[in-house]
């Protein structure tokens, strides 16, 4: 399938090529390139939703046999900014799916544990790389729900444009958090808890900034903390995923507070939920020092929280790795989130971590 997707590209690009030949004046070619490049979008549009479905069915075959699956559709807020208020359908709440793990042997006479688990990256989506923490989670008797937000890959072109980056994506895993008690009648609402890594770490420090009180604590693994110093050392392609007219439509230079507003760091002082952050000095993708800075900022503002920077091989990687090493911190963080959301398993050690992930 993936062979006959780029083999309908390649045709497109040939055949746009001996047009633009044809017809060589400048704003032809222009045009050219512009119907090109729409083309490409649209392939890997596709390619990304091919992409989607077979790694969820993968997810009933790795998970499967300890947790029972769902895919729901829920709706968040309307988008933060639209061309026309006029036009069919602005206003309306924006559509998202949402991952839901539920342990097969979860006594649900009992009120059990919410965890929600925003994916990373830019134009992420929530996938199989997750097996293994989402099967120690269920093992320790953690509901887990995991929202595709506004923004994911994997769903067309649609909702990757309705990206959001620090602003309503958060509310969209608000949302999820909202269905699952609304639903699922076993939960207990003063038991939920935020797990992110990366943009997710963001997502998980940002929700919790504006939602105190529905949250009894959060981990933010090596979290993208502050926009304005990410985006000055990635580097002009990075920030034009930023400034693009469907997403926030402005740089830094011309709108810094916006940029502010969607960094943690520099909103340090809504911190209210007991969090737990750790970070690498030999992060590749987010550079200790924006997680310094958010540090920094919560000591300013007098806040109690937990950290750790570590100095460890696996880069942005370290504590979700398969190693021997990587299942230590993250029974760290597991007895963390024991401590706040008392699960019905909690895990002694990492041999118990290891035997639930792992089959």
Same mark, same amino acid.
């Given at each position: 399938?993936?062979?006959?997707?780029?083999?309908? +590209?390649?045709?497109?690009?040939?055949?746009?090529?001996?047009?633009?030949?044809?017809?060589?004046?400048?704003?032809?070619?222009?045009?050219?390139?512009?119907?090109?490049?729409?083309?490409?979008?649209?392939?890997?549009?596709? =390619?990304?939703?091919?992409?989607?479905?077979?790694?969820?069915? =993968? !997810?009933?075959?790795?998970?499967?046999?300890?947790?029972?699956?769902?895919?729901?559709?829920?709706?968040? #807020?309307?988008? !933060?900014?639209?061309?026309?208020?006029?036009?069919?359908?602005?206003?309306?709440?924006?559509?998202? !799916?949402?991952?839901?793990?539920?342990?097969?042997?979860?006594?649900?006479?009992?009120?059990?544990? +919410?965890?929600?688990? #925003?994916?990373?990256?830019?134009?992420?989506?929530?996938?199989?790389?997750?097996?293994?923490?989402?099967?120690?989670?269920?093992?320790?008797?953690?509901?887990?729900?995991?929202?595709?937000?506004?923004?994911?890959?994997?769903?067309?072109?649609?909702?990757?444009? @309705?990206?959001?980056?620090?602003?309503?994506?958060?509310?969209?895993?608000?949302?999820?958090?909202?269905?699952?008690?609304? @639903?699922?009648?076993?939960?207990?609402?003063?038991?939920?808890?935020?797990?992110?890594?990366?943009?997710?770490?963001?997502?998980?420090?940002? @929700?919790? $900034?504006?939602?105190?009180?529905?949250?009894?604590?959060?981990?933010?693994?090596?979290?993208?903390? /502050?926009?304005?110093?990410?985006?000055?050392?990635?580097?002009?392609?990075?920030?034009?995923?930023?400034?693009?007219?469907?997403?926030?439509?402005?740089?830094?230079?011309?709108?810094?507070?916006?940029?502010?507003?969607?960094?943690?760091?520099?909103?340090?002082?809504? +911190?209210?939920?007991?969090? =737990?952050?750790?970070?690498?000095?030999?992060?590749?993708?987010?550079?200790?020092?924006?997680?310094?800075?958010?540090?920094?900022?919560?000591?300013?503002?007098?806040?109690?929280?937990?950290?750790?920077?570590? /100095?460890?091989?696996?880069?942005?990687? $370290?504590?979700?790795?398969?190693?021997?090493?990587?299942?230590?911190?993250?029974?760290?963080?597991?007895?963390?989130?024991?401590?706040?959301?008392?699960?019905?398993?909690?895990?002694?050690?990492?041999?118990?971590?290891?035997?639930?992930?792992?089959?």
């Amino acid at each position: 399938m993936r062979r006959a997707i780029f083999s309908l +590209l390649l045709l497109a690009i040939l055949a746009t090529l001996a047009s633009a030949q044809q017809d060589s004046s400048p704003s032809s070619i222009d045009q050219q390139l512009a119907d090109l490049q729409a083309t490409i979008d649209g392939r890997r549009h596709t =390619l990304d939703a091919l992409e989607k479905k077979i790694d969820d069915v =993968l !997810w009933f075959e790795r998970v499967g046999d300890v947790a029972a699956i769902d895919k729901v559709r829920l709706w968040g #807020p309307p988008r !933060w900014q639209e061309e026309s208020s006029t036009a069919i359908g602005a206003g309306q709440p924006l559509k998202f !799916w949402a991952y839901v793990f539920i342990p097969r042997h979860l006594d649900r006479t009992q009120k059990a544990p +919410l965890l929600v688990f #925003p994916h990373g990256g830019v134009h992420g989506d929530f996938t199989t790389y997750y097996t293994h923490i989402v099967r120690e989670m269920v093992a320790q008797g953690y509901v887990v729900v995991a929202p595709e937000y506004r923004g994911s890959t994997g769903y067309g072109r649609g909702v990757y444009e @309705n990206i959001d980056y620090g602003g309503l994506e958060t509310e969209d895993a608000h949302a999820s958090r909202a269905y699952m008690l609304e @639903n699922y009648p076993f939960l207990d609402g003063d038991r939920v808890g935020m797990v992110g890594w990366s943009h997710g770490g963001l997502i998980s420090l940002l @929700n919790c $900034f504006r939602h105190p009180d529905d949250y009894a604590c959060l981990y933010a693994g090596v979290p993208v903390s /502050d926009l304005i110093a990410r985006l000055g050392y990635l580097g002009e392609d990075y920030a034009a995923l930023y400034s693009a007219d469907y997403h926030i439509g402005q740089t830094i230079e011309e709108n810094i507070e916006e940029y502010k507003r969607r960094s943690p760091a520099w909103n340090a002082e809504q +911190l209210q939920t007991p969090a =737990l952050i750790f970070t690498n000095r030999g992060d590749e993708d987010v550079n200790v020092l924006e997680v310094e800075h958010l540090i920094k900022s919560l000591k300013a503002e007098d806040k109690s929280f937990d950290y750790e920077i570590f /100095d460890i091989a696996g880069g942005h990687s $370290f504590d979700r790795l398969d190693t021997r090493e990587a299942q230590e911190i993250r029974l760290r963080i597991y007895r963390f989130l024991a401590q706040h959301l008392q699960p019905a398993h909690p895990f002694d050690d990492v041999d118990e971590l290891h035997a639930a992930g792992y089959r």
